[in-house]
């Protein structure tokens, strides 16, 4: 049975492959970077960051998104801190099959069995102004856990091709397939959460159209007898999408399986204000417990603001502090960094993504005053 508990601190090297990627992705991990160099000083923790090229920078490098010395370093490390990979202009000059997020960022998730992945989505009282919704729709704050089964569905369900059909007609077909098993285990990590939290879990599904909709809906029902402290519900996910726009308040938890937990995360990310607050881990199991993971922002590369010091750092620094938490047991330093980001914002400090004209008392920064602002609050 897996554990959502922490394990204990890690007190010797902890060994971290840093991945940037593209686009912005070696801007927001430089600040990850030195925002975790300052914390391993004043936790006196023994960190070894390693850096190594994924995505284009892989295959610019080495001829392939994720080149076989970069696989090596992962694998002989704790946990990965992943950028982000992809670049719109240049992924379609190679086959599908080689393009970055396929070869080098699920294929990550399968080498590593990460199957849970959590995205916290919070609205601090500081970004109401960036959420799409008006105040009264937000209450009194918006906090969301997203739990999503990362390793499953139609993303990695077989067959998958596209084929030629006659007549110059193409059919291309993608494959939902979902086991109990795969659904018990990402079940019972959502329970687990939400029974840190405030003991509510939403289950979305499509149980109306998608017989893996009826399978899901049975497992987790069946799953959720054994936490009668939280409080399930189930939820199509067009009107859990709705929902998420009229009455974000509701939710704790929702547990979604791979598609929709991809879509709707996002859309939740919104709610936070901007795609650059959103961290994200996703996780596998070593010895029961939910422990190995790769950290990433939930953003994308965004090339047009590239090399241009605009990209928003705390998606990625918030990252590196859920590293600091899951993989590495080491919850005052992650707390510090999240408590740095907070002080950060009510600091007025905002990046073009969160910055209104309208807040008079905000001032916007690039990405290297951010990432030295959260840096300076760490150490203070």
């Not at 992962?74 to 070869?103: H, N």
């Not at 422990?291 to 990209?311: M, Q, R, S, W």
């Amino acid at each position: 049975m897996l554990k959502v508990e922490l394990k204990e601190p890690m007190s010797n090297s902890i060994q971290i492959a840093a991945l940037a990627g593209d686009g912005i992705g070696p801007e927001v991990m430089r600040e990850a970077i030195k925002v975790l160099r300052v914390a391993e000083k004043k936790f006196s923790l023994s960190l070894q960051i390693t850096e190594a090229p994924v995505g284009w920078a892989g295959i610019d490098a080495a001829g392939a998104a994720l080149p076989d010395a970069t696989l090596a370093l992962c694998k002989k490390s704790d946990a990965i801190l992943f950028g982000s990979v992809g670049l719109p202009d240049r992924d379609p000059t190679i086959p599908k099959e080689q393009r970055p997020e396929r070869a080098a960022l699920l294929r990550l998730r399968k080498e590593f069995g990460l199957f849970a992945n959590l995205r916290p989505v919070r609205l601090s009282k500081h970004l109401a102004h960036a959420c799409p919704l008006q105040p009264e729709r937000q209450g009194e704050g918006i906090d969301i856990l997203v739990v999503r089964e990362l390793t499953g569905g139609m993303y990695f369900g077989q067959p998958k091709l596209t084929e030629e059909i006659g007549d110059g007609r193409r059919r291309a077909i993608d494959t939902m397939v979902y086991t109990t098993p795969e659904i018990e285990r990402i079940a019972h990590v959502g329970f687990r959460a939400a029974r840190s939290r405030r003991k509510k879990l939403t289950s979305i599904d499509k149980a109306n159209v998608l017989e893996n909709g009826i399978l899901w809906r049975e497992v987790v029902t069946r799953v959720g007898k054994e936490y009668p402290d939280v409080e399930l519900e189930h939820m199509f996910v067009d009107n859990g999408a709705m929902q998420l726009m009229l009455r974000p308040t509701q939710f704790d938890v929702m547990l979604c399986e791979n598609m929709f937990g991809d879509i709707l995360s996002d859309e939740a990310a919104a709610l936070a204000g901007s795609l650059g607050m959103l961290p994200s881990a996703s996780l596998g199991a070593t010895s029961g417990e939910l422990t190995f993971g790769v950290y990433e922002p939930a953003g994308g590369t965004a090339p047009d603001i590239a090399g241009k010091n605009l990209a928003n750092p705390l998606a990625q620094i918030l990252s590196a502090a859920m590293m600091l938490e899951f993989s590495f047991g080491q919850a005052k330093a992650a707390n510090a960094i999240h408590e740095a980001v907070q002080r950060v914002i009510a600091d007025g400090l905002r990046t073009g993504d969160i910055y209104t004209p309208l807040d008079t008392k905000a001032k916007k920064v690039g990405t290297r005053e951010m990432g030295d602002a959260v840096a300076a609050a760490v150490a203070s």
